[in-house]
């Protein structure tokens, strides 16, 4: 999560499911399979990450919860002098993106490969 925080220079936050067995009804038709699976089936690891990498909450393991953080946003354009991530692909004398707006089939098949029934 840092590393995407940095990469994008954005704030993230990510949202990751704690779950128990215990949490899972008796009931469900396939609680039985869950038998040999560990107490903890995932651990959470909720966390809110700053443009910069910093930990401004979390990360959350072992409990539900809920975290908190204010979001300072001018943030985002300090972490942008020194990487703007898209900027310098704002140039559309060298880029450009082009949308073919006429439909397309999912699948094209091309001609047979030597061999290959």
Sequence with gaps: MRHIALEGRCFVLGCNQYVTKDMVPPDLEMAHELENQPDTMSAGGSVIISPMGKILAGPLYGQEG???????????????LDFDVVGHYARPDVFQLAVNRVPQKTVAFTKPVPGIK
């Design 66 to 80: 809920i975290l908190y953080a204010d979001l300072d946003l001018a943030e985002i354009v300090r972490a942008k």
